[in-house]
């Protein structure tokens, strides 16, 4: 097929797109089996499968977790791994390069994590619960994806752009959070130790060593280096992510040359023998997979592992909570709510219009503020992140009952933003659809 130069946007954006609107589906289902268990006569097992001990020992060394703590730990280190990957592709090559452009998903993003924030602390600022103020911060982008798909070609392109531009800002600010706000005694040699495996993975890339075995292993003692900090592991995964390198080793002159090098012995226009020709074709083989910049190349490997695997069991092992009558009017459950619910929209909209009104930034063409207010809302879709932010800040029936807020606040704020949508926005056109 010939190409033509917004191929290399319009593509990995409807690849993304499409990868996380079936994702949504696929978490939704696995939440709604979670509640079913958590709430069925075998919620006891279901309980005791998550607390499941698993671990891994070798001589006096011996690390020992339970299941559900390999899957919030561990698992999705592989998921924040991912998210730094997004993060750098969109600071190097996506819309948040051109200042002009990111000024509006930035102002939009910080307003939509401070006011969520404020209103937690507003309604649960005393007291263990006010642990919890960044659990209404993040913005789910699987979710916010799903709901733009079933509205379809009536949301217009500047919305779909500042809605993930917007996520993945929102997803720095909750690993800030996650780093500073929910760390407790540090062990600064353990720190130490994962920063300076940072550095060995920049040294091995800077002298050429390509082996992705070679980084998974140090990777794996960052993690855990990280994990005795007392800084929470995930927050590895995500440098990890951002010193990925974004530009490929071998560039199109070289890969160019190697072509015309292989096409020429396969056309039988040279002479070498069989080694040699052997030799060619392996050199050939590297220089295909060398071109692809190893950010691009992690991001279309993991992605679709993270969205269908990894995301929908960690819902599973978080989402199950006991539903009863008196964890919908528990006050830290109506202040997440609250937070998710009524924060974000008035966040997103305020520094949004503040931002646009002092001309540091521009609404996108054919996007009202009507459509923000929508889009604000569905900015209130908060699940993955909120369940994640909950578990660190808090435990026991506190916990049980902030997850019952992120799923009634997640749900609302998608109903409501979809309806306004569905409202303020006009219908596509034959043409347009």
């Known amino acids: ?21 079936a994702s949504g589906a696929v978490l939704i289902l696995f939440t709604i ?13 279901f309980h005791h499968l998550l607390e499941t001990p698993i671990g891994i020992s070798i001589g006096s060394f011996a690390l020992n977790y339970s299941l559900h703590h390999w899957i919030n730990d561990g698992l999705m280190t592989i998921f924040f791994f991912v998210v730094g990957l997004e993060i750098k592709r969109e600071f190097v090559f996506g819309e948040l390069r051109d200042p002009k452009k990111a000024a509006l998903p930035l102002a939009a993003a910080i307003g939509g994590m401070v006011a969520p924030a404020g209103i937690y602390l507003l309604l649960q600022g005393s007291g263990p619960a006010a642990r919890g103020w960044g659990i ?8 916010v994806v799903g709901c733009m798909a079933v509205l379809g070609p009536r949301i217009p392109h500047g919305l779909r752009i500042m809605l993930l531009s917007l996520a993945i800002v929102d997803d720095i600010g909750a690993i800030i959070v996650i780093a500073i706000g929910y760390t407790e005694g540090l062990d600064l040699r353990s720190l130490f130790i994962g920063c300076a495996g940072f550095l060995v993975c920049v040294f091995f890339n800077r002298i050429g060593i390509r082996s992705v075995a070679v980084y998974i292993v140090v990777g794996i003692a960052i993690w855990y280096s990280f994990m005795m900090s ?18 490929p080793w071998i560039d199109d002159g070289l890969f160019g040359d190697a072509v015309r090098k292989t096409a020429g012995l396969i056309r039988g226009n040279d002479s070498n023998g069989s080694t040699q020709r052997h030799d060619m074709l392996r050199q050939m083989a590297v220089a295909a997979r ?3 910049p190893p950010l691009e190349r992690l991001e279309s490997l993991l992605h679709p592992w993270v969205s269908f695997a990894i995301m929908p069991v960690f819902a599973f092992a978080n ?7 008196s964890g919908f009017s528990n006050p830290i459950g109506l202040a997440v709510i609250a937070g998710l619910l009524l924060g974000k929209p008035i966040g997103i909209f305020l520094t949004s219009f503040v931002a646009v009104r002092l001309g540091v930034a521009r609404l996108p063409s054919g996007l009202g503020w009507s459509g923000v207010i929508g889009g604000g809302f569905l900015g209130g879709i908060g699940f993955t992140m909120a369940l994640f932010i909950a578990g660190l800040a808090l435990d026991g029936d506190m916990l049980d009952a902030s997850k019952i807020g992120i799923l009634v606040g997640s749900l609302a704020s998608a109903i409501v933003g979809s309806a306004i949508l569905i409202v303020v926005l006009p219908k596509p056109t034959d043409h347009a659809r």
């Open 1 to 21: 097929m010939p190409s033509v130069p917004v191929d290399a946007i319009t593509r990995p954006l409807n690849r993304f797109l499409h990868i996380e609107a």
């Open 33 to 45: 089996a979670a509640l079913i268990l958590a709430n069925s006569p075998i919620a006891g097992d």
């Open 136 to 143: 209404p911060m993040a913005t789910d982008i699987a979710f």
């Open 230 to 247: 007392g800084i929470h592991a995930t927050v590895s995964g995500v440098v990890l992510g951002l010193i990925t390198p974004g530009r």
């Open 290 to 292: 060398e071109t692809i």
């Open 319 to 325: 989402a199950g909570v006991h539903l009863d009558s």
